[in-house]
């Protein structure tokens, strides 16, 4: 059977096409897919950023959804996404922890009295041993823990209410509806 | 309760939907009957249920049931009806199932309409638009539920983006559907035409009117879409080469190509792989348009909301239904060369060349379109292409078009003696440039070559398109409505043309800051700013400015455009004031204070706007009077008497 | 003319035809593409200095100043690392807020200063630029920055 060359052109550029396609996608930095997804959040007990005596972990959330969000007061991103977070907080839907990340207590301390704290509590990290536990490779970067303790979602970069919406809502949805 | 049975039907239909592929395919390839029974009945439960669906949410759309997440992301209790209803395809999860409707509704059209069609090829269609179904429904159910509950409800929704709360909006995304989706049908007959390897033509006949059904509906939601964005994004401007606008054009041009093709197809048999590729490749686009708005991977001003999980569904979808057609193509296609021929000057050549400049101008649209995802996956670096690459590119391939429109329109087939009307086109190409030339130096003082010759180019395919009926009226010849069709629709891209040559060339925008008692003038217009007062809605409250507008001391009209701020979210909008002439559009939008008492204001002069969007409702009216032609709607038998009676003609 | 000499003739024009429109086409496209900057790029010189280009990032709070009663109006870009300094002669669009995502269409002048002929807000209160939102995901220091 024949099959001249240019009947296969139009399949031919659109496999190039759907390649170009793919790569496109795959470089999306909020979508790469993170190896904790599914799996139980890493347990730690670090101090809290005001109160040394205070130690927090995801231990202090066992039973209901939690969200974990990574942030520096050297991180320009974490400035950015702050509005978005304290509106998150402001929903009372579920309670934020920060995990304050290659910090000083002090800068730490006084950018949240600067802008506002969105976070029921903040654990601090300041060499990151914690956040690589968490597979964290920059700032900001949020979790979303159900209620069974397990790593339901990963969003890398400044958070918006957008996604909030769009991705996390829906988790949330689907997580009260389970039994 | 509503939104869970609306679940529910979504998946029903969607059982329905596999039913009707596995029934309509499986049944033409064992000829077995009473799969093929079985399959058209799959098809009249998929459409009821997908239906139903729609109507759960519409109804938690209507009774502001905020417990749905969709629902409360895209709606609000102050509201209006009208509003909510258009709200349910107003984002991503909504308008697929809107999708899904008009998918449905077309199915069920071709199995109503197409009881004479040959069983098996029949099953094959119903199968391949089946398949297509169940990738929209399984996207749904997948990553795009719209009806997933929020708990605990939300007191109040978000509500619609202010946008969207406007009638040309909230009525453009059902008929711009109806149009994309309605390639599916094309689509569908030819993928069944390869899979039997058919030589005849008998579905180019079978095709056409789906075909040019479906590009009305195109039509009139570009249009749509072009003269919302015109009045409400408040910048005057009507297109802009935006990725998403991009989406809708790519599958018109080639839907256009198509049934210029499907016309020799039918008639002669000729350029069958041709048309074939046309119709896979009209769909195709409607597709990639999908899957470029909703994945994230084009930047635009008006892309949906991004999500890129939902970006690899759709590409794969894609693949899978587009790759498998071309490989069905590549692979069928080479079997169905025909052997007729024609002469340089007959209609099959003009319709050729029709077709060559129109896949031309598709082709670098798409590069243009393209090309920044090319370089950012590349990682070259962030780009867009700027407008006027488009118009250029979009320009050189159109200028011979036009030109060859107006010839084309008269040859015969086959030998295309033109000697008959050669006279009468001469006059009618003198008659375009007198005109050109006198409008230009009369109503404009402007001859600058390219808008002449844009002039005489519109001039020349009215004059051109008038020409034909009158011919046959002179000649007693019959004028069926497939000919009153190609006149009027021709006759509109002419007016388009005329429309376009004027606004570019001689539109003046310019932005002021005034107060009020100050005037300014454009075009020869004085746009005094006269008056400022606090204005209350429904759902927003504002500013209001009264812009009187006078030529020569006369008063001409009062423009009142306005700044409103909605309640929820407080987003501001633009309304602008627009007057409506028959040679121009006065334009005032209202910007911000800019202290001691002054405003901003963008004041434009927009001359012979109005003829885009009405030469694209003629070219629409065209289409449909062509798909309503009696030939379309006789039994077989009678049909092809009827054919052959109008290409002896 | 022999019919096969006519098609011989016919394909060439046309081949010609699509040559010239190809160089056409490749030379405007050089000429309109738009390439995106954010302020750190543009203030590390990337940017082409004399060719218009897209800035993208976020309007920094506070720093939206107009001449009063005119139409001029001045505002900073910034992706938080560093900022550069925007003016625009006209109407802004609707959406356009401090702190949130805005692209300007125009070329830096001499000053340093980048003068818009067009100010982008995409329709949503939520926006931010993709290219933005990219740079605004700092990776891990090995130590803190000062």
């Not at chain 2, 009945?41 to 669906?53: D, I, P, Y």
């Not at chain 2, 008009?102 to 071709?110: E, I």
């Not at chain 2, 600058?448 to 007693?476: D, H, K, N, Y």
């Not at chain 3, 046309?14 to 496209?29: E, K, N, Q, S, Y």
Request: charged share 15%; glycine share 10%; with cysteine.
């Amino acid at each position: 059977m024949k099959l001249p060359l240019r009947f296969l052109v139009p399949v031919l550029a659109f496999a190039v096409l759907v390649a170009f396609f793919v790569i496109g996608l795959k470089r999306d930095p909020g979508q790469i897919p993170s190896p904790l997804i599914g799996k139980p959040a890493p347990a730690f007990a670090l101090e809290s950023l005001g109160d040394p005596n205070w130690i927090v972990g995801p231990a202090d959330f066992a039973g209901r959804p939690w969200l974990l969000n990574v942030w520096g007061s050297w991180c320009v991103g974490c400035r950015q996404e702050h509005d978005a977070l304290m509106a998150i907080a402001g929903q009372n839907r579920v309670p934020i922890m920060g995990l304050n990340l290659w910090d000083e207590r002090e800068r730490a301390l006084r950018w949240l009295a600067d802008l506002g704290n969105p976070y029921v509590s903040v654990a601090y990290d300041p060499d990151g041993r914690t956040s690589i536990d968490w597979g964290v490779y920059g700032a900001p970067e949020t979790f979303l823990v159900d209620a069974s303790g397990t790593v339901v979602k990963k969003h890398i970069g400044p958070i918006t209410l957008q996604v909030w919406q769009a991705e996390f809502l829906p988790l949330l949805a689907a997580g009260a509806q389970a039994p | 309760m509503i939104p869970e049975l609306g679940h529910f039907a979504l998946i029903v239909a969607f059982l329905l939907s596999v039913a009707q592929a596995v029934f309509g395919l499986g049944g033409a390839a064992r000829r077995d009957g009473a799969w093929l029974a079985a399959a058209g009945s799959a098809v009249v439960g998929q459409f009821v249920f997908v239906a139903l669906s729609f109507g759960a949410l519409t109804w938690a759309f209507v009774e502001r049931d905020f417990s749905v997440l969709y629902v409360a992301t895209n709606s609000h209790s102050e509201l209006p009806l009208f509003y909510r209803v258009a709200a349910v395809w107003g984002a991503h999860e909504g308008s697929l199932l809107l999708w899904s409707l008009c998918l449905a509704g077309w199915t069920l059209g071709v199995v109503a309409a197409s009881r004479s069609l040959d069983a098996p090829f029949r099953g094959r269609v119903i199968g391949i638009l089946g398949i297509i179904s169940i990738g929209f429904q399984l996207f749904m159910l997948a990553t795009s539920n719209p009806f997933t509950r929020l708990v605990p409800a939300a007191p109040e929704g978000l509500d619609l983006n202010p946008l969207l709360q406007d009638f040309a909006l909230a009525v453009h995304p059902p008929i711009l559907y109806l149009g994309y989706v309605g390639f599916a049908v094309a689509f569908a007959f030819a993928c069944a035409t390869l899979i039997e390897g058919r030589l005849d033509a008998a579905w180019a006949r079978w095709t056409r009117p789906w075909t040019l059904a479906a590009w009305m509906f195109l039509t009139i939601g570009i249009a749509l879409g072009s003269w919302w964005a015109y009045y409400e994004l408040g910048w005057g401007g009507w297109w802009f080469w935006d990725p998403v606008e991009n989406a809708s054009f790519m599958p018109w041009l080639a839907g256009t190509a198509l049934i210029h093709s499907l016309a020799v197809t039918e008639k002669r048999g000729l350029f069958k792989s041709w048309t074939l590729l046309l119709a896979v490749a009209a769909f195709s686009l409607s597709l990639l348009g999908t899957f470029l708005v909703r994945s994230g991977i084009l930047i635009s001003v008006h892309a949906f909301a991004t999500d890129p999980a939902r970006g690899a569904f759709i590409l794969a979808f894609l693949g899978i239904v587009i790759g498998g057609a071309l490989v069905l193509y590549a692979w069928r296609a080479p079997r169905l060369a025909s052997s007729a021929s024609f002469e340089p000057t007959s209609r099959e050549s003009f319709l050729l060349l029709n077709n060559a400049l129109l896949v031309a101008a598709l082709s670098l649209i798409l590069l243009g379109t393209l090309y920044p995802l090319f370089m950012d996956a590349l990682e070259l670096g962030k780009v867009t292409v700027g407008a006027p690459w488009f118009n250029l590119m979009f320009l050189v391939p159109m200028l011979p078009l036009l030109l060859l429109l107006g010839i084309g329109m008269h040859a015969a087939w086959k030998r295309g003696h033109l000697l008959t009307v050669r006279s009468r086109l001469w006059i009618a190409a003198g008659c375009a440039i007198a005109g050109a030339l006198l409008i230009g130096a009369l109503a404009y003082a402007d001859l600058r070559p390219i808008t002449t010759l844009g002039f005489a180019l519109a001039l020349w395919v009215m004059l051109s398109s008038l020409l034909m009926p009158l011919a046959r009226l002179r000649a007693r010849q019959p004028l069926p409505a497939a000919v009153v069709g190609m006149v009027v629709a021709h006759f509109g891209v002419g007016l388009a043309t005329f429309g376009i040559t004027g606004v570019q060339s001689f539109k003046v925008e310019k932005d002021f800051a005034l107060a009020v008692g100050e005037a300014a003038s454009i075009g020869g217009y004085d746009f005094r700013f006269s008056a400022l007062r606090d204005v209350r809605g429904a759902n927003f409250t504002g500013v209001e400015a009264d812009i009187l507008v006078s030529r020569d001391g006369e008063k001409v009209t009062m423009l009142q455009p306005q700044k409103r701020l909605y309640n929820s979210g407080g987003n501001p909008m633009t309304e602008a004031g627009i007057e409506v002439g028959p040679t121009r559009d006065l334009f005032a939008a209202l910007g911000d204070n800019l202290g001691e008492g002054r405003w901003s204001v963008r004041l434009q002069y927009k001359p012979l706007i109005r003829y885009i969007w009405l030469g694209a409702i003629l070219v629409a009216f065209g289409g449909l009077l062509a798909a309503l032609d009696r030939r379309y709607r006789l039994p077989a038998r009678a049909r092809d008497a009827q054919t052959s009676a109008a290409t002896a003609s | 003319m022999t019919p096969r000499r006519k098609r011989l003739l016919a394909v060439l024009a046309i081949l010609a035809g699509v040559g010239i429109a190809t160089a056409l086409a490749m030379l405007a496209f050089r000429e309109n593409l738009l390439y995106f900057y954010n302020p750190t790029q543009v203030l590390a010189g990337d940017a082409p200095g004399g060719r218009t280009f897209r800035i993208g990032g976020m309007v920094t709070q506070g720093s939206v100043q107009r001449t009063p009663g005119s139409l001029e109006v001045r505002f900073v870009v910034t992706d938080y690392r560093n900022s550069v300094p925007v003016r625009y002669e006209g109407l802004l669009p609707d959406l356009f807020r401090e702190g949130q995502g805005v692209v300007a269409h125009g070329r830096i002048d001499a000053s340093g200063e980048f003068v818009a002929d067009e100010v982008l807000a995409k329709h949503d209160e939520n926006y931010m630029p993709p290219e933005v939102a990219e740079s605004l995901h700092a990776p891990t220091p090995m130590q803190v920055p000062e």
